[in-house]
């Protein structure tokens, strides 16, 4: 008898706004996520509303100056059970309603980055966890790195430069757990990969997880995305890298 397919979580990834829905738009995936997108967030479709409901998780993205965009990621994190990430442009400080809605928020400064980088930010986070770009971890590791009530904070760099540009806002509380990948067209040895992610020196700065995210959206673009997650309601005040 043949063993049982994994579980695979069921993945809604929304664009809020004119900005999300862009960044949304530029996602190619092999994997079943669905991609949805709502030019006019106060109007949030009743079938979108469905399909979080019934999602394991939930990626919601846009800028925060558009109007309702904000207040779209609330409710619709708000209306699901499901493991809600909001990667926010524009949105300087985290409202602390927000994060009570949300599992992790991931501001973005405005023109910080290219337009690819939110969106395949978005990819690598639910394609780390579904089949066929599954590698070395899953959707309990992303799960894990999400937390609760979190704020991210989002650095890029050159595969072979140590020195990070950070795209988020500093951010005052307790340092969780950090997630890196290794972005390039093709693999890496597994010695390079642990390399750019900084493995020997993340010893006792938190979990610290990584994989190596392999896709032609990354040709002539190899990078290495680092997300720190905080806990802002912890030891607050002085902000940590």
């Known amino acids: ?13 929304v664009g ?3 900005a999300g829905t862009a960044s949304v738009e530029r996602i190619d995936t092999d994997t079943a996520a669905t991609l949805r997108t709502v030019d006019d967030p106060p109007e949030t479709p009743a079938s979108l509303r469905d399909a979080v409901v019934d999602a394991a998780f939930v ?5 925060a100056a558009e109007a309702g965009v904000v207040g779209c990621a609330h409710d619709l994190a708000r209306s699901t059970g499901a493991c809600s990430v909001f990667v926010a442009e524009g949105l300087s400080d985290v409202p602390s309603e927000l994060t009570a809605a949300l599992n992790l928020v991931v501001p973005i400064e405005r023109d910080a980055v290219s337009p690819l980088v939110v969106s395949s930010l978005l990819a690598d986070l639910f394609e780390a966890m579904m089949t066929p770009t599954v590698r070395a971890l899953g959707h309990g590791d992303v799960r894990v790195v999400a937390g609760d009530g979190r704020v991210g904070r989002l650095a890029i ?3 072979d430069d140590d020195d990070p540009t950070w795209v988020s806002p500093r951010v005052g509380g307790e340092r969780e757990a950090a997630l890196v990948f290794v972005c390039a ?3 890496r040895s597994p010695a390079t990969v642990e390399r750019a992610a900084g493995v020997a020196d993340g010893v006792g700065l938190g979990a610290l997880l990584w994989d190596q995210r392999i896709h032609e959206r990354y040709a002539d673009a190899s990078h290495v995305k680092r997300l720190v997650t905080v806990d802002p309601e912890a030891s607050p005040g002085a902000p940590r890298d």
């Open 1 to 13: 008898m043949s063993e049982s397919p994994p579980w695979e979580p069921a993945v809604v990834v």
């Open 16 to 18: 809020l706004g004119a």
């Open 59 to 63: 990626f919601l993205t846009g800028d």
């Open 157 to 159: 760099r050159p595969p």
């Open 185 to 187: 067209e093709r693999e």
